[in-house]
């Protein structure tokens, strides 16, 4: 039976943690999406082991990191990484540049749901996208849900809908990029208590040596990695490990379903020797894809998370989740008519290079991985290179991804703040102390005034566009500048100083092309 046509803003196709986050920035900026997801629960598939990255503090700028941290087991700057088969040594850098919130997906998706609720939003569970055709003015899509086929009427489909995306495929978005011969397998198995060494957790392996728990190891078949579950998941099961492997077989199935005799063997073929488990919680493989849509905005259609990008190396969930913190508020301008012109079109420009920083990152990890000659001459090389303090930071923040600086200002010199991250600056005001997190949790733009005289702020008042205004004088000392004007997802619009000639130079443009029209 075909039911009434219903209609909506915008359509967010995917309920995982990028639609989730995307629903909850529009809820935030005023606007109800409607989110259809075809499973009629989330899944208990154990897929993501926790974010890392600037996703980790900007999840604070929303006041979401404290109710995650509940129950996880390490959240905070982390003083070793991996860089392919390289240990990067963060401590030696006194703060370390990258972020970690151990925290098994599952648990990322049940925040985000609670989040998306609070906000007043829900998503359609059992109802799954079918098709859809793009209009001039709207967006018509034929849905199938638990009481029949019916029709959506939208001003935006957002396709949050993972690396098979259909809307993707449906809008006709290329999807360039590499498959390599690259395979992983990962199982969540029992290993015997005897292989594991008291009082550091290594794993003995006969004939293969400890390995060093979360540590990869480079080994003549591959690379290998052995982490307890229960450093991830503070309920897990004693006993239960994560083993993946990493091996070029480009004679896999991918549609044959991995078994536990089939991961032992890739570990017998990386390690040369062999590595007893049983009772397996979860099997998987993946293939190495590293690809990246060629548009994340297609008329009235948008791709975010995997479904826009592929990174090949572990990754895409934080990425996802930064695309839904840059689209939201942008999209729900433009819906509300609030946006100044080009606002939506650069949700395309700043997260796909965004993505291409991602995919170098990703890559160079696996040239760093190769076998032969020319790779261990590489690995020898950049290991000397990351001896030092700024390629070693330098590498730390493009892991991180606070090393993606956005053009705001169509490649104009601008302060050093501008394009990136907001700092978290610990401030004096009249209500009180406060920090940049707290302020911006609303997700509304922000000019954070620190001019003795007020001057920015009243420049601000003389504007057309209205901005909230925060005087203050910062706690963080030195302050690294004069004034700051926040936008909506913590980017920095514009920066001043400090001691600025004039501390609202460039201000009025910024606003204008920053900022949305009051409602």
Not at 293 to 304: M, N, P, T
Request: net charge negative; charged share 20%; with cysteine.
């Amino acid at each position: 039976m075909e039911l009434e046509t219903d209609t909506a803003p915008v359509v967010i196709s995917g309920a995982g943690p990028t639609g989730l986050m995307l629903a909850s920035e529009l809820c935030l900026a005023g606007v109800t999406p409607i989110v259809l997801e075809r499973l009629p629960q989330a899944s208990a598939i154990p897929k993501g082991n926790g974010l890392y990255g600037q996703i980790v503090p900007v999840l604070d700028y929303r006041g979401l990191l404290e109710p995650m941290r509940a129950g996880t087991t390490y959240s905070g700057p982390v003083p070793r990484w991996a860089f392919g088969p390289l240990q990067l040594d963060l401590a030696r850098l006194g703060t370390s540049p990258l972020h970690v919130l151990a925290m098994p997906q599952r648990k990322v998706e049940e925040r985000l749901a609670e989040r998306l609720a609070t906000l007043g939003g829900t998503v359609r569970r059992e109802h799954q996208l079918r098709s859809f055709s793009q209009h001039d003015d709207h967006v018509l899509l034929e849905v199938n849900g638990p009481d029949g086929d019916y029709q959506l009427r939208a001003s935006y489909l957002a396709g949050c809908d993972g690396a098979r995306s259909a809307v993707r495929k449906q809008a006709g978005i290329e999807f360039p990029g590499v498959t390599s011969a690259d395979i992983s397998r990962i199982g969540r198995v029992r290993l015997p208590a005897t292989m594991i060494v008291a009082g550091t957790g290594e794993v003995e392996v006969p004939g293969a040596g400890r390995l060093q728990p979360g540590a990869m190891k480079m080994a003549a078949g591959g690379r290998i990695s052995i982490m307890p579950l229960a450093a991830l998941d503070s309920g897990a099961e004693p006993g239960i490990y994560i083993v993946a492997t990493f091996e070029e077989d480009p004679d896999v199935d991918p549609d044959t379903p991995m078994t536990t005799g089939e991961l032992a063997a890739s570990v017998q073929r990386v390690l040369g020797a062999e590595l007893p488990m049983t009772d397996p919680q979860w099997l998987t493989r993946t293939i190495g894809n590293s690809r990246i849509a060629q548009a994340f905005l297609a008329g009235r259609i948008l791709l975010a998370g995997d479904a826009a990008h592929l990174a090949g190396a572990g990754g895409s969930l934080n990425a996802g989740l930064m695309d839904a913190i840059n689209l939201g508020w942008k999209l729900a301008a433009r819906v509300q008519g609030r946006a100044p012109g080009g606002l939506l079109d650069s949700y395309h420009a700043e997260r796909h290079a965004a993505a291409r920083r991602t995919q170098l990152v990703t890559r160079a990890q696996r040239a760093l991985g190769a076998s032969g000659e020319y790779a261990d001459a590489l690995r020898e090389l950049v290991g000397e290179l990351l001896t030092y303090s700024e390629p070693l930071r330098h590498v730390g923040e493009l892991i991180e991804g606070s090393a993606v600086r956005y053009d705001v200002a169509d490649g104009k010199p601008q302060h050093a703040l501008a394009g990136l991250l907001a700092p978290d600056l610990a401030l004096a005001t009249a209500d009180g102390p406060t920090r940049v997190a707290e302020l911006v949790r609303a997700g509304r733009p922000l000019l954070v005034d620190l001019t003795p005289d007020g001057r920015a702020g009243a420049a601000a008042a003389a504007l057309s566009v209205r901005v909230p205004v925060i005087e203050a004088s910062s706690v963080t000392a030195p302050a690294p500048a004069d004034a700051i004007l926040i936008r909506p997802d913590a980017i920095v619009a514009w920066a001043s100083g400090p001691a600025a000639a004039d501390p609202a130079a460039g201000l009025a443009e910024a606003v204008s092309r920053w900022c949305p029209q009051a409602d």
